[in-house]
């Protein structure tokens, strides 16, 4: 059974960091890119990150660049994502995902609020 279970979101004021982390286990996971997206209160899903199965290729959603760092460590099977300089619009539930065999699959979310 494919599982992705993110972690590491909480509050922070702006200007802070977090990183988030993300387990995955079911599946070779070293065989298959990556991705963060988040999901803001009212508003669709948007895209944040990506990184290929190897780490060796990444991009970003310029509303990120610069300021976060997508990685993997494939012998622990967990995906990251760095993210200092934290903004007030960075507020909402932060999903990592992944096509498998064709299929969609993406964890429960970890909640990240940037607030004063």
């Known amino acids: 059974e494919v599982q992705l279970v993110e972690s590491g979101g909480g509050l922070v004021q702006p200007g802070g960091s977090l990183r988030l982390s993300c387990a995955a286990s079911g599946f070779t996971f070293g065989n298959y890119d990556m991705s963060w997206v988040r999901q803001a209160p009212g508003k669709g899903p948007e895209w944040v990150s990506f990184?290929?199965?190897?780490?060796?290729?990444?991009s970003y959603a310029d509303s990120v660049k610069g300021r976060f760092t997508i990685s993997r460590d494939n012998a622990k099977n967990t995906l990251y994502l760095q993210m200092d300089a934290l903004k007030p619009e960075d507020t909402a539930v932060y999903y990592c995902?992944?096509?498998?065999?064709?299929?969609?699959?993406r964890g429960q979310g970890t909640q990240v609020t940037i607030s004063s």
């Open positions: 990184i290929s199965s190897g780490g060796g290729s990444t």
């Open positions: 995902r992944s096509y498998i065999w064709g299929v969609m699959y």
